[in-house]
């Protein structure tokens, strides 16, 4: 069984009314927490599995068992009309949309290494690809060595890639003589090969990957900002030579020192040109002092320990490269050089190879390279397993800041599962978490920390990014169990949800509970009314004993017999808790009138309310309401505070309600404090506000 598993970071940080730069993205080490995001894909026979349930769900890090937070399907959907997409037409919608997108591609084109026959090749297949892969909630961009990771626009719509592909289908220049920068063209200046032979030819290569490693190593960082779930990089090009130390490159030329520019005027200025700048009198683009710099620096580069660092960089962002070789099946890496020897060439081609296969194992990705001409299927099969996957979460039980690499094991109980994931993650060091935003220690004078509810109210958030095409939000009670399923809009609106559907709820104790031994399964099935997205469970057939609970949801259409599953788990207090151990949330606006609808995403606008319901087992003596920062600082907000009974439980249930027209787009914690009697007791839903 191969394994691969991502440990990921959580999201940036947004402080209150105005929005910052994201953090990096590591584990959420807070209030001595260190919250892992595991996406993983499990398989059978190459077909994702889509009905996985908690129990059948194990972690380990470093061979210690994790308990399991919470464990949501991610479901993409098909690619459907081109026009039927919606498209960000800002920079923040872009990065919102990126964020909370199902899948993110990026398709890199390495034009410095891929001829102009195998751009060729590869353009029909990646339209075709492109069409079929990319789902109507996902989003895809495209870079190439040249650009700005931060330039790369991402959009719904595959037709302006397709058509960007058609127009310039010579996007390859490894054998281009003809395509040189300016910067390539003042080495063949300094060296010409009537004098220097190779020299020029040599420094173009070395530079040419490194730039092409550089551009990888931003897009990492980029994505890394962009997101926490898994990004996944479609790698177009034919290898690198990955070059090391070349003493002969970097030595003394004819057994000469290194020869400096005459001096010169500078036309634009009349004063003396600058040493190694252009000279135009001379049609010279680069000075030779400035050829010499960099003929020393490219000599003494090390590309195998910056590749090393860049797959290490991937694997804590999240990213999983895909290396594309669109030739196909091949016999010579360098058809044209009659000059070069068989086996050479054959080692060469088996080193590039090698490389990419290592490139995307390490960063849990496939390669497509030498062994079919069909290259459109490989790309469709490539991608046939990662439409679905599951998003787990636990608290890692090593809070440590040491830097230290964390195995991460996924094991699944269910034969003949392919469980594919990254071996593990690197937990951030003192210094970087601190640079981060998430410093372990805090100077004298400072604000606390957030308190651990707060944390935790965060935490919950980071499940709703993406498609999810049904929620759940469980609370418990004194002897009960409170759940909301919700289907996501998108998925509302398929054919077969339009007639409505059938709930089943499940509860059942988690296995290491105590209550497990005494307290069986109860079911309660409910009917889901045609246009209808949420449904409320008020409680069991029995009542439930105190203990953590695993709550399942399985939803089907009416008109369809595929069901939708999705869980969570939650802690019934004890018989002696005043207050419930969770908060259910509701919403009103301008989609649903006066009414408040029970709601299972946290995600709101500024033209909602948003209203929490907590389980009382007595009335009330005092109860108070604030809405907090996420670093748990209070805001300036009216909270306000009412109880009422449920009439068809008969269940008495604290109510907190807020207006969220003043607050701007982030993160922000609802608090409530109640004081029954002697006991007081805090209650924290955390939400997401969006544009």
């Known amino acids: 069984m191969r394994i691969r598993l991502t440990a990921i970071g959580v999201a940036a940080a947004t402080m209150a009314l105005a929005a910052q730069p994201p953090e990096a993205q590591l584990p959420r080490f807070r209030a001595g927490a260190n919250l892992v995001r595991v996406d993983t894909y499990v398989s059978v026979k190459g077909v994702a599995l889509t009905d996985l349930k908690p129990e ?30 919606s498209e960000p037409t800002t920079l923040a ?23 102009v026959a195998g751009s060729y090749r590869a353009n029909k297949p990646i339209v075709e690809a492109l069409d079929k892969i990319i789902g109507a909630d996902d989003m895809v961009g495209v870079m190439t060595p040249e650009m700005s990771p931060t330039a790369i626009t991402y959009s719904r719509r595959t037709s302006s890639i397709e058509r960007m592909i058609t127009d310039n289908w010579a996007w390859g220049i490894k054998d281009q003589v003809a395509q040189r920068s300016p910067r390539e ?61 070349d003493e002969q490159l970097g030595g003394p030329l004819d057994g000469q020192a290194p020869r400096q520019d005459p001096l010169g005027s500078e036309p634009s200025t009349g004063g003396i040109r600058r040493p190694g700048a252009s000279d135009p009198q001379r049609g010279i683009a680069q000075g030779m002092e400035s050829c010499e710099r960099e003929r020393v620096m490219l000599a003494f580069i090390d590309h195998e320990v910056e590749f090393r660092q860049l797959l290490q960089r991937a694997n804590r962002a999240n990213v999983s490269f895909y290396p594309i070789d669109a030739r196909g099946l091949i016999v010579f890496d360098q058809p044209t050089r ?25 960063t849990d990705g496939v390669a497509v390279l030498n062994h079919t001409n069909d290259l459109g299927g490989a790309m469709q099969k490539m991608f046939a397993d990662v439409g679905s996957y599951y998003l787990a979460s636990y608290y890692s039980s090593n809070p440590k800041l040491d830097g230290r690499f ?44 957030p308190s651990p509810s707060v944390t935790r109210a965060l935490d919950a958030i980071a499940p709703s990014r993406g498609n ?5 939000q469980a609370a418990g009670g004194r002897g009960l169990i409170r759940a909301v399923v919700e289907l996501d809009a998108a998925t509302a609106k398929q054919p077969e949800w339009l007639s409505g559907g059938t709930l089943r709820l499940t509860v ?61 788990f939650v802690t019934v207090p004890a018989d002696t808790a005043v207050i419930g151990s969770a908060a259910l949330a509701l919403r009103r606006g301008p989609s649903t009138g006066l009414a ?25 003596t005092e109860a108070t309401g604030r809405m907090l920062t996420r670093e748990g600082q209070p805001m300036p907000l009216i909270v306000t505070y009412s109880s009422r009974v449920d009439e068809a439980t008969q269940l008495r249930l604290g109510v907190a309600d807020v207006t969220l027209s003043a607050l701007a787009a982030g993160e922000y914690v609802l608090e409530f404090t109640i004081k029954t009697g002697s006991q007081t007791e805090v209650i924290t839903y955390g939400f997401r506000l969006i544009p």
């Open 56 to 85: 059948e769900v194990e972690v380990f890090e470093d061979d210690r068992p994790q308990t399991l937070e919470s464990l949501e399907l991610m479901t993409a959907r098909g690619s459907g009309s081109q026009a039927a997409r």
């Open 93 to 115: 919608e872009m990065r919102d949309a990126a964020a909370d997108a199902a899948r993110l591609f990026t398709v890199f084109f390495d034009r410095f290494h891929v001829s």
């Open 185 to 245: 063209s003042g080495f063949e200046q300094c060296y010409p090969p009537t004098l220097h032979p190779g020299i020029a030819a040599k420094m173009i290569a070395r530079l040419r990957e490194q730039q092409t490693l550089a551009a990888l190593a931003g897009l990492v960082t980029r994505l890394g900002e962009l997101r926490p779930e898994r990004k996944f990089v479609m790698l177009f090009t034919e290898g690198w030579a990955l070059y090391q130390r």
């Open 338 to 362: 009659f000059d070069l020897p068989m086996g050479v060439d054959n080692a060469w081609l088996r080193d590039r190879h090698d490389d990419l296969k290592m490139m995307a194992d390490q």
């Open 406 to 449: 964390r195995r991460i094991r996924v094991e699944v109980k269910r034969e003949h599962a392919e469980v594919r994931a990254r071996p593990g993650y690197l937990a951030p060091t003192e210094s970087e978490a601190r640079a981060a935003g998430m410093a372990p220690e805090r100077p004298a004078g400072s604000r606390p920390a």
């Open 468 to 472: 999810l095409p049904v929620r759940i």
């Open 508 to 568: 059942e104790p988690e296995r290491a509970s105590a209550s497990a031994k005494s307290a069986p399964a109860q079911t309660v099935t409910l009917a889901l009314e045609p246009g209808q997205r949420s449904i409320t469970a008020s409680g069991t057939n029995a009542p439930v004993a105190p203990g953590r609970y695993l709550v399942r949801a399985e939803i089907t259409p009416r008109a369809g017999r595929i069901p939708l599953q999705v869980s969570t």
């Open 596 to 620: 408040y609808i029970a709601t299972a995403d946290p995600r709101f606008r500024r033209t909602e309310r948003l209203r929490i319901e907590v389980p009382l087992a007595a009335p009330a």
